[in-house]
Structure formats: C-alpha cells, structure tokens
C-alpha cells in the first residue's frame, strides 16, 4: 500500500491491481483502510460498495493488465475513491430492466456519492467518486 502526501495535509492511499474480479476485494480493503485512518468508518460500506462497483467496470471494459485504485482526501469532509484504467472510453450510466443481470453498477454509484465522474488521462481514464462525511 503506497502513501502519498497531499497538500491538505491528508496522506493518499494508492495501489496497483491485476486487471481481475478478485481485485475488488483488495480496493475494498484499502479504501476500508483509509477510512479507518481518518477516523471515518462511517462512509465505509458505501465506500467499499463504491470502489468495488468501479472496479467491477475497469475489470470488464478496460485494456491492458493491471488497474490503479486511489483514496484520497482531499478535504476534511470529503473522500475520493477512484479507478484508474488504460481504456479511453468513459463510463456510461445504463438504465436496466428487472430482468437485466448488469447494469445498475453506476447508477448505485450515483446514489451513494455526493459526486461522481471521470477524467480523460492521456493514457486512459480515471472514474471517482467522492463521499463526504464529517471532518
């Protein structure tokens, strides 16, 4: 698990991960890792749910073979989970019927952020999220 500063003050937590669906759980362990830290386990489930829905996405519709997973804070009442992948191609929200099996992946993530996006990379793309608590 890297540690990197931010000019907040608030240390980022930053890992490199196979491109696989097992994955998921390391990133759920690193932003339940964070959280924990500082000292806001509160956002910890919608955190892990969060991160594993970006994952689960970078796992099916990226390139190459590994993925970046970072938790930041970059204020004391807000947290950024986010994904970074090698795929140019952003993440759109797909309305899903009751008898669709996938689908609903970022529309959970839009109801459990405050905010959610993502970020053209010259090599890819980063999707966030970003909860916020009580600092």
């Not at 890792?33 to 796992?59: K, M, P, Q, R």
Request: aromatic fraction near 4%.
């Amino acid at each position: 698990m890297a540690v990197s500063p931010r000019p907040t003050g608030h240390p980022g937590y930053t890992e490199t991960l196979p491109r696989e669906p097992g994955s998921a759980g390391t990133a759920r362990r690193l932003v339940r890792f964070a959280l924990s830290v500082w000292g806001l386990e509160a956002l910890a489930d919608d955190g892990a749910l969060i991160v594993t829905e970006l994952v689960a996405n970078s796992v099916q519709h990226a390139r190459r073979d590994s993925i970046r997973v970072t938790v930041e804070r970059p204020e004391a009442d807000r947290v950024r989970v986010a994904v970074v992948d090698l795929s140019p191609r952003h993440p759109v929200r797909r309305h899903s019927g009751p008898e669709d099996e996938s689908g609903r992946g970022l529309t959970l993530v839009e109801c459990l952020a405050a905010d959610w996006g993502s970020d053209p990379l010259p090599w890819g793309k980063q999707v966030w999220a970003d909860l916020k608590g009580r600092g």
